[in-house]
């Protein structure tokens, strides 16, 4: 479904990353794991076309989209939650779930999808007018997560959910990304939280000084605490 080979991004003069390889196929969970500055950012970053200066190549399901902006990753059914949830300063919950079907074929749905997303994220339904930035900061990513659903994708880019969650709602969220697994849902994973990522994913890579310098299954590296030790202690 997704194909990545030799992908280089730059950061003014830094160089990044130094060709990235990996590959989604439909209906996987693959967790991308790795020390903080790996490049696991910059690589969900480059897949969404939000680093300038960027090589290689990314084809999504058959289409090249190197040369595409993000908008239109979106409408080919790509989405992405970034590490930071970008929820909109003075928007309604409401409103930031909006403006997550504007970048979709599907607004005309509006009020339909919207109620849908309500019965899946229950929190959310009982704060729909609310102020989305006065949200919790679990509630916030669970919003995060829903706009991205908005636009109905098929694949789904998560970075770091769980980060400075509480623990109950990391369950929540967990749960419903076995949910959406199940529901033929593909999801590219960056995960701190190693063994939460790697228990629900079917392969790993991981990456190190802007490279993938191991591929396995996941219950393989599950396994292998030296290769955890090695790569992914912070
Ligand atoms: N906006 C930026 N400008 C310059 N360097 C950056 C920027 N964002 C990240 N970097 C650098 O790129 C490298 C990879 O960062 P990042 O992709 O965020 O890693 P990770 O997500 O794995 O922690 C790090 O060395 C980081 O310092
Ligand atoms: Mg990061």
Redesign the pocket.
């Known amino acids: 479904m997704l194909k990545v080979e030799d992908l280089e991004a730059w950061?003014?003069r830094?160089y990044?990353l130094q060709k990235v390889n990996l590959h989604v196929d439909a209906g996987e969970v693959v967790s991308v794991i790795?020390?903080?500055?790996?490049?696991?950012?910059?690589?969900l970053?480059a897949l969404m076309g939000l680093v300038a200066k960027r090589h290689g190549r990314v084809e999504f399901e058959g289409r090249d989209l190197l040369g595409l902006p993000t908008h239109e990753r979106y409408r080919h059914g790509l989405a992405y939650v970034p590490?930071d949830r970008s929820i909109v300063p003075g928007l309604t919950v409401r409103e930031n779930l909006r403006l997550g079907l504007l970048a979709s074929p599907h607004l005309k749905r509006e009020a339909e999808i919207i109620e849908r997303l309500a019965e899946t994220f229950p929190r959310l339904k009982e704060r729909l007018d609310q102020i989305g930035e006065t949200l919790s900061g679990g509630e916030q990513q669970m919003l995060a997560i829903a706009r991205a659903l908005a636009a109905d994708p098929r694949m789904i880019l998560l970075?770091?959910p769980s980060e400075g969650i509480m623990p109950v709602l990391v369950d929540e969220m967990f749960e419903l990304f076995e949910k959406l697994r199940a529901e033929g849902m593909t999801i590219l994973l960056?995960e701190q939280s190693v063994d939460r990522a790697l228990a629900i994913s079917d392969r790993a890579y991981i990456?190190d000084q802007?490279v993938i310098v191991h591929e396995s299954g996941a219950a393989a590296l599950l396994a292998d605490e030296e290769m955890q030790e090695r790569y992914c202690s912070v």
Not at 34 to 43: E, H, Q
């Open positions: 950061y003014g830094s990044i790795g020390r903080n500055g790996a490049g696991k950012t910059t690589t970053r590490e970075d770091e960056v990456m802007g």
